[in-house]
């Protein structure tokens, strides 16, 4: 169709002037030589499969090769010749030497951690003395810049309108007397699902006297970390320390030496609380009232039972010594959550509380979740274990569980 | 009822006898003291609740509130008072030293792979002298269980009765003069998806002389590791080796130093690959036909377009120099997906190619995934990142994606 609008066009070549009728594509044409590599590999196997399907024999025994590989991922292992198995077996010979090496590189790994654990502790110290108001920061140490400001500009309007009604509303608000950082940590655990989950209300007004999580780690003898639960004085108990102690291995499974991935939890500690006098949360009474079905006389008794309690977390079930014994099910789900929930302690909530607080480290995570979902179909929430050479989820890979015993 | 199966009740209070008809429970009864903290605690605050509910101007202040807290988790740290949100400041300036300090960790941690990498290497060195046949391994060398023996001599009597057949089929069938192991690294980059995904037909008579992977490590200037694919002398190119260099940062971002999760790959370069005359896969022509609309004359040209290949990996797109400058989201992505893979080869297959080979780990894997997606809903296939202090899926996120370039 000739040009309506005008425009001169240069020659008759203009790309508007001409149709693709046709389009040939060949590969590995960079040069006059031209290779088609599709018809080459195609057509002798054609012809050669054809001609053997006409043989019966042929076919049932195809028939029955491949009812054997079905679901048999080993199959074309199996298929290879005598002398390649031979050599196969020398390659995982030398494979079970190198898990030896990458076991050794965990340790390593490990005592790096314990190194490093030493250059954190001051910082940890800093962070207590601002939470329990042992130290008020000067103004160069609150140097950091907010993305909030603005937004708290905007909160502030908001609240001088409603000024009286806030007061009585919150009356700490604005209250510059405060000490430190209220229920820091309770503020945290109530954030992380894992441990909200664990969290009853009657564990509340306890936690509010926690004010420091440690995780003091053991190099060797055992390899491992402790999680130290450090209250003020308080009306509940009379330990100024609670601890769980985890004993990690990172040893090849002589059984299923390739599934090794790095060290895994493999036992825990609690410790005994010294409940003060009716201050046990963790166990309740139970009434029940009996009637004798032939007399019909009733009495009371009362039992005492475990109660849902965060508190239970410094009594796990105990793990067999005897590694034969195996475990029921309930109490192995159980223990493979109050691992993570140990280690989600140790690798992301201590070393950066502040942004547990904060809700910042959930924002994070939360990103990743869901940009992962869209992809994936699900991730693990609240926690990326990328970064985390100790944890084996293959391991102990249950959901958080609420850490209850009924 | 009375015991009808004749046997001895002791007194009167056995529990068949006995039907109970209430129950009370009362926590933290461990003494004489009895504590009921549900009822203390509910009392005292619904009442203050209803009392505020009857002044509108309470009412509409809280709506305000509810409000702006709606979809922010943020706002509860807007209503702290202002002390507390300084010392927040002060909490955050020291997390960022922690986070300087994470970083110098995973430096640690990078050093400690290259000092391992030369552990492994005599080992991987052994593996492809197997490979290639220029060793063949000792008995001793080749003593290791095979869970499948029992599935091989079954499979033997099997292949025993359509033995004739089976020769036909695969002439190499228990051919004693195979060398090393064939194919040995294109059996196993087809084995995992997210490299089977980039090869293509005409890829694959070449990756059968693939005969090493090796990864290099890089301590610094810059920190990272280069993967070197070996080649015997072939008909496709003259190299006798492949290079693709992945630089990588372990520094927190300055606008974000809270997201840093460790080291991350930043940069890759691939290496220049001398195809032989007509042997490059990379690159295909088209030829056109074009019709002039207006004369009717026809005339052919040849376009050189880029094809699908597993070599393209090799001429990655390259990044702006200038960090300034935002890639456009199909070099992002294609970018991302090839840090995925270099990271994978790296850490994955180049430490465990026989088990990729059998298949062992992606059984391995698989059950993983299967375990996993019961509770959570799927993970990430074939590839559990959890021992991996160098992996950062939050900065690379994308699903392993075939290399195209189109």
Redesign the interface.
Known sequence: ??DTDGKPTEG??GS????????????????????N??KS?TTTPEALASQ?MM?P??L???Q??LG?LVG???G????L??????????????????TK??A???K??HK??CK?AT??AP?FE??KA??TASQ??TDE????P?E?EK??EL?DE?KN??K???K???S?????D?K???QFWL?IFKNVDMLSEMIQ??DEPILKHLQDVKAIFSEKDPMGFTLEFHFEPNEYFTNSVLTKQYTMRSEPDETDP??F??PEIVKCNGCKID?K?????T?????????????GT?RTITK?VQ?DSFFNFFSPPAIPEDEETEMDEDTEALLAADFEIGHFIRERIV?????Y????????DD??DE??EE???????DY??????D????KD???PQECKQQ
């Open positions: 169709m000739a008759v070549e508007e002037e001409l149709e693709e009728v046709e389009e040939e594509t060949s590969e590995g044409t960079d040069s006059e030589e031209e290779v590599h599709e590999n053997l043989s024999s042929v049932a025994a195809m029955e090769r054997s048999s991922p080993s074309y292992i199996q298929s010749p005598k002398a390649v198995k031979r050599r196969l077996k020398a390659l995982k010979k030398q494979q079970f030497e190198c090496i990458e050794d590189f965990y390593e790994v790096l951690e490093y250059l954190y910082l800093k962070r601002v939470v008020e920061p140490e609150c140097e950091w907010s909030d937004d708290e909160a908001v309108k409603v009286v009604e806030e009585k509303l919150e700490s608000e604005d209250n510059e405060v430190g950082i209220p503020t209300e009657h390739f599934s991935e790095g409940w006098k009716g201050k046990n949360v166990v309740k009474t139970v009434k029940k009232k009996q009637k004798h079905k032939g007399s009733t005492t109660n070393p950066r509380a502040v942004l607080f904060t809700g910042e480290a959930l924002e994070n990103e990743y940009e992962g992809e994936e179909g699900g991730e693990e929430g990326n274990e990328d970064d985390d050479p944890y084996n989820p293959q890979q249950s959901k």
